[in-house]
């Protein structure tokens, strides 16, 4: 039969992508955690990339000298101290909700590599919308 | 106005209703006069949402504040062009968008299908109709664009600062025409599982839409790939972010599902492949929009959310469940009709790309719902990032390159070794002499040696059919160019296809040397002082502060020197709105560019100081502009392979051709 010989080239095909995304995944995998999350896996998270979301805590934004970024951020649980170099996205300020990537170090510093912001949603409730409207005015 | 267009949005939810039971109704009685008030329906639906739309555009210009969602995505100083595009910035705008799209898809479906294809049209409507129905039922009841505030407002929140661009204005555009238009060939599949008539007609007849709603999803992902590139400043154009992801999924298996439309129409094979394929696609066009409306994976690309997503949730399991149920119930009618007689085939060539294609777009299927997967089964939260993507697709992207220069040239049924050295030759010698010149020219890494060898590669074999075709027409005596517009206006439908490959080739160019080549720097300048970046030295000359209508501007004066010679001025900016409604972005980035063929000089103001000091990041990234200049070939020649023919008798010589091509010779 001629269609075996298309089977096995779909089955090594299909082998070779299994491989491709479990390497991939393998690889490129990073866990998600909230700030206590991160808190509460605190001796063997500190090797590990990890990504971490939390607010950021509202005047704790200061810049180095090197041009390098210090903040905190927290989940209104447990805070951590991050430094961050790179570029800053447009949105990223006071009390916005950050994405930062890296690994957090004994010394209780988050070292960061990404650093993401989350837009604030446009949907707010009519009534914020109209709250914010008096404060404005 | 508003009232008008509220009350148009809930009849048109009834008429939808109406339309989709009244076709089936017709359908399955017979009756012709049910069939045609579903039709007429079809025009009413278009109709009253045309009258909502109006409505909606009238209260934006209006500046309707007593509305919020005009409240929330205008304000008094924002230019007319943009308030016009407030119309998709939100989600209930974006809906009433999509279901307004789909009601004149509907419409002309109705116009063009009604006398050609009587049998399946009642189902295919009918299909249209559900799907219509259910976004109109969001617009109507869940979520509707005319919600009042209990009062109005001054002056409205504005336009996100990020989505005033006119990148962004019309790349939305773009999209959801892409992605509604999938619901046509959809429809005609499940008319044909519906009504039991699995012949080709329904590939035939949706075919033309199936090459239009790919078309447009192609022009969106390129549009989105810009706007990233030169509004979020970082440099880069593609983050496999997964709204970016939510896009491209339906554009791949819709373009595995163009190639293997063409096996069943000239072997009578891959029948339940192709319905397959189309049922997933239009699953991937819902789960686009579901991702991108939902919130449920974080994005830089979404900025609307709300609680629609369980609705869709819903509605994308009746779908899927529905779907499959018929497609196993007809799976008897869908036998082919010929058997794979080598794999070295055409056929076999054409299966392997769809099966590459597939796997492309289930891998990032996976890696995009990874997060939710693993939270849902090992209850923690693991992303996968670009590191990932790149892994998986690369080998992928390679793969597919290299079937995109074999599958045109190799025969039908069993390809002869004459037919290999004949067809293949030329190109597999150009492709090494591409690899060779490249590594004595200095790449060294393996990625790039082989994409660009592939490239050419395929860029060889295009020519080689060009060059044939023409070649056969001149020994009849014509001229050779015009040989060439003839034969290319004769065969749209193939040549069209060259072309969409040659643009393919293009961003893969584009997209390898961006990727692999990039130089970077970032430095701290003061005024008068210089950083040399590849051949470039950029001098900041200085900031200039001012303040226009909407924003507060610092743009740094740079010169640009190419060793010693003044090339070019540029000036990055950051830019501070002066309107309270958009102060949610804290600064906005204007990068700086400088675009030639050979590279993109990208200088991004990152930070500035009081005493005039400033910080630049300075990219290189070469051959960028060939990604989009590949867009607009690709745009082009899908162009000219849905192009209206002259007569339907050029079907019957593109059959000819290919069946003379077996004996490894291509005549027209």
């Not at chain 2, 989600?91 to 299908?113: D, E, K, N």
């Not at chain 2, 034969?487 to 692999?516: C, P």
């Amino acid at each position: 039969m001629k269609n075996r010989k298309i089977a096995i080239a779909i089955g090594i095909v299909l082998l070779v992508f299994s491989y491709l995304v479990y390497g991939g995944v393998k690889e490129a995998k990073v866990y998600y955690l909230t700030v206590t999350e991160l808190k509460e896996r605190m001796p063997s998270v500190y090797r590990e990339k990890v990504r971490v979301s939390g607010k950021v805590v509202p005047g704790s934004i200061k810049k180095e000298e090197d041009g390098g970024l210090r903040f905190r951020i927290s989940d209104g649980n447990e805070t951590i101290e991050v430094r961050y170099k790179g570029v800053v996205p447009d949105i990223f300020r006071d009390g916005v909700e950050a994405i930062v990537e890296g690994k957090y170090s004994p010394e209780n510093v988050f070292f960061a590599n990404v650093l993401l912001a989350k837009c604030p949603t446009k949907y707010e409730s009519a009534d914020e919308l109209l709250k914010n409207k008096k404060e404005n005015t | 106005m508003v009232e008008i267009g509220a009350v148009s949005i809930t009849l048109a939810f009834f008429v939808s209703v109406y339309v989709a039971v009244a076709s089936f109704i017709g359908a399955r009685t017979g009756r012709r006069e049910f069939v045609r008030s579903a039709e007429n329906g079809a025009f009413g639906v278009v109709f009253l949402l045309t009258v909502s739309s109006s409505a909606l555009v009238y209260a934006l210009l209006t500046r309707d504040f007593s509305l919020k969602y005009v409240a929330s995505n205008t304000s008094r100083d924002l230019s007319t062009f943009y308030t016009i595009t407030a119309f998709w910035a939100g989600q209930a705008g974006s809906l009433l968008l999509w279901a307004w799209i789909l009601s004149i898809y509907m419409a002309l479906v109705v116009v063009y299908h009604r006398k050609k294809d009587r049998l399946l049209m009642p189902y295919i409507l009918g299909t249209i109709a559900v799907v219509s129905s259910f976004f109109v039922y969001l617009l109507a009841f869940v979520e509707s664009p005319f919600e009042r505030l209990p009062f109005a407002l001054e002056d409205g929140r504005g336009l996100n600062p990020l989505l005033q661009n006119p990148y962004m204005a019309i790349h939305p555009l773009s999209l959801y025409l892409g992605y509604v238009g999938i619901t046509v060939p959809y429809a005609f599949a499940m008319g044909a599982l519906l009504s039991g008539s699995m012949g080709d007609e329904w590939i035939k007849g949706s075919r033309k839409w199936t090459i239009l709603s790919w078309t447009f999803l192609g022009i969106g992902l390129i549009l989105g790939a810009r706007w990233a590139y030169l509004e979020l400043g970082w440099g880069g154009y593609w983050a496999w972010d997964p709204v970016e992801n939510a896009a491209f999924m339906p554009w791949l298996t819709a373009t595995a599902f163009l190639h293997s439309v063409m096996i069943q129409e000239k072997k009578g094979m891959l029948k339940k492949w192709n319905v397959f394929l189309i049922i997933i696609t239009f699953f991937f066009a819902l789960f686009g929009t579901f991702i991108t409306r939902s919130g449920i994976v974080s994005s830089v690309h979404s900025f609307a959310q709300s609680d629609i997503g369980p609705y869709f949730l819903v509605f994308i399991g009746f779908v899927l469940v529905f779907s499959f149920l018929m497609f196993v119930l007809r799976l008897d009618s869908l036998r082919s009709e010929n058997r794979f007689d080598s794999i070295l085939s055409r056929e076999s060539a054409f299966l392997f790309n769809n099966i590459v294609f597939l796997g492309a777009a289930f891998s990032v299927f996976l890696g995009t719902i990874f997060p939710i997967v693993s939270e849902v089964v090992r209850g923690e939260k693991i992303l996968v990032g670009p590191p990932y993507f790149n892994r998986v697709n690369v080998p992928i992207g390679l793969i597919l390159i290299l079937l995109m220069g074999v599958g045109p040239l190799i025969s039908w049924r069993k390809a002869s070794k004459e037919n290999l050295i004949r067809n293949f030759s030329y190109p597999v010698v150009l492709c090494i002499l591409v690899m060779l010149a490249l590594f004595i020219g200095g790449i060294r890494e393996i990625t790039p040696l082989l994409s660009f060898g592939l490239c050419a590669f395929v860029v060889a074999t295009v020519f080689l059919e060009f060059i044939r075709g023409v070649r056969v027409r001149v020994r009849r005596g014509e001229n050779p160019l015009v040989s060439l517009v003839k034969m290319v206006s004769k065969n749209r439908r193939r040549y069209g296809g060259y072309i969409v490959h040659l643009g393919v080739v293009l961003i893969v160019i584009g997209i390898t040397a961006s990727s692999s080549f990039v130089v970077q720097k970032e430095a701290t300048l003061r005024a008068g002082e210089s950083m040399s970046v590849g051949n470039y030295t950029l001098r900041f000359e200085g900031l200039n502060q001012y303040t226009t209508r909407s924003k507060h501007v610092t743009a740094a004066r740079i010169t640009v020197y190419n060793s010693d010679k003044k090339i070019d001025e540029m000036a990055p900016e950051k830019n501070v709105y002066r309107f309270e409604g958009n102060r949610e972005i804290n600064q906005e980035t204007e990068v700086a560019l400088r675009s030639t063929f050979k590279e993109d000089l990208y200088i991004i103001l990152t930070d500035f100081d009081s005493e005039g000091k400033a910080t630049f990041r300075v990219l290189i990234n070469p051959m960028v502009s060939w990604i989009w200049a590949g867009g607009g070939v690709v745009v082009l020649g899908a162009v000219i392979s849905i192009w209206p023919r002259m007569s339907e008798r050029r079907e019957e010589i593109v059959r000819y051709s290919v069946e003379v091509s077996k004996n490894g010779t291509v005549k027209i």
